[in-house]
């Protein structure tokens, strides 16, 4: 029976998760690398993108069997990458986004097949020795909200 063959392709060729392998190609790499490289001298800029699977966030009025947020508070350059994140950011998975976020900025970085950011916090220089970003990468869970929290914090030097 054809029918079955169509669909078998068609869930094989969707992304689980919504994770892309991070890179070139990947659409969260270049609005989260803007991001980072805006933050000017002094300045400190934060994203923080909330995910909650198999139910909502804590004060949602309805029920649902997934919720997505992402706050830039009102900075611009930081829009696109919010709204990255939740165009392309995963749910189900969202430590991937977290794994995502750092190869977009240490695009050297490879995961092992078995190696997955699970909780925790990374930090990483972005940009040169004179002008650049301390950044900071971290996944947790999210006591307030419920799900799960990434934040990208970035120190401008």
């Known amino acids: 029976m054809k029918v079955p063959v169509v669909l078998s392709y068609l869930l094989l060729a969707l ?4 994770a892309v392998a991070a890179g070139k190609s990947d659409p969260l790499c270049l609005p989260m690398r803007q991001f980072v490289a ?3 001298p002094g300045e400190v800029r934060e994203i923080v993108f909330h995910t909650s699977w198999g139910s ?4 949602a009025k309805e029920p649902a069997i997934a919720a997505r947020q992402c706050l830039h508070q009102g900075y611009g350059p930081a829009r696109p990458a919010c709204q990255a994140l939740m165009h392309y950011g995963a749910v189900e ?3 991937t986004n977290a794994e995502r976020v750092i190869t977009c900025l240490v695009p050297s970085n490879r995961w092992g097949e078995h190696v997955h950011l699970e909780q925790g916090s990374l930090s990483l220089e972005y940009g040169t020795d004179n002008r650049g970003s301390n950044v900071t990468v971290s996944y947790d869970r999210d006591q307030e909200m419920g799900g799960m929290v990434l934040r990208v914090r970035v120190d401008g030097y």
Not at 56 to 59: A, D, R, T, V, Y
């Open 15 to 18: 992304p689980f998760g919504g």
């Open 38 to 40: 805006s933050v000017g």
């Open 56 to 59: 909502g966030f804590k004060n």
């Open 93 to 95: 998975f969202s430590n």
